[in-house]
């Protein structure tokens, strides 16, 4: 069965890094995409961006460009998002899904979700 | 702000029909897609497509599109139903995802 297993949570200071795995397992990994979402406290879902997990293709939000790294490790099916230079608005749980990368966002299986928490 | 719109909350009663709307102007070139999640879960794919449910969704899930508004239609709802539901599709650049703002679903 597929399953996307995240790493545990997280609590940083502001300015920070912080880099969230997601460990794939039951289909083959090199054969679809990553998208990574997040959620505030209270608020909705955002779209942060994909990888292609074969050749490390990545889209990535406009408003996160430039603090954002999303990567993967074919050998170990494992995916990465590493976001820098945390503020206190980037708390949020993070969530890793599969993705067919296909013209409209089908997200089929999801992680767990990793809390991230930005504090003084 | 979200680009794609959606009602803050809706109602239904037990076994009635609930139609959820997501307006934005990318919905006229690209389809939408629909998740649903409840409290402290992950969200789960519902539809995506013109009308397309993924594996294990019931058939009371029905998608459709017309203009810049696609809709998520529920045909009898059950009480497992309560949830929140989210669309997505492209934002204005057709680069990107956006997901809707989010409809609060409450089954009387």
């Known amino acids: 069965q597929v399953q996307l297993v995240q790493s545990g949570a997280e609590v940083k200071k502001p300015g920070a890094s912080v880099k969230v795995s997601c460990k794939a397992s039951g289909y083959t990994f090199t054969s679809y995409g990553i998208s990574w979402v997040r959620q505030a406290p209270g608020q909705g879902l955002e779209w942060m961006g994909w990888i292609s997990a074969d050749k490390g293709h990545t889209n990535y939000a406009q408003n996160l460009q430039g603090r954002v790294t999303m990567t993967t490790d074919t050998s170990t099916s494992t995916a990465y998002m590493e976001l820098r230079s945390l503020r206190s608005d980037d708390t949020a749980v993070y969530y890793c899904?599969?993705?067919?990368?296909?013209?409209?966002?089908?997200?089929?299986?999801w992680g767990q979700g990793t809390l991230v928490t930005v504090s003084s | 702000s979200s680009e794609l719109t959606q009602d803050p909350a809706v109602s239904v009663a037990l076994g009635q029909t609930v139609r959820i709307t997501c307006q934005g102007d990318?919905?006229?070139?690209?389809?939408a897609s629909w998740y649903q999640q409840k409290p402290g879960q992950a969200p789960v794919f519902v539809m995506y497509g013109k009308n397309n449910r993924p594996s294990g969704i019931p058939d009371r899930f029905s998608g459709s599109t017309s203009g810049n508004t696609a809709s998520l239609t529920i045909t009898g709802a059950q009480a497992e139903d309560e949830a929140d539901y989210y669309c997505n599709s492209r934002d204005s650049s057709g680069d990107h995802y956006v997901f809707g703002t989010g409809t609060k679903v409450t089954v009387l």
């Open positions: 990318s919905l006229r070139s690209y389809y």
């Open positions: 899904a599969r993705d067919p990368l296909k013209v409209t966002l089908e997200l089929d299986y």
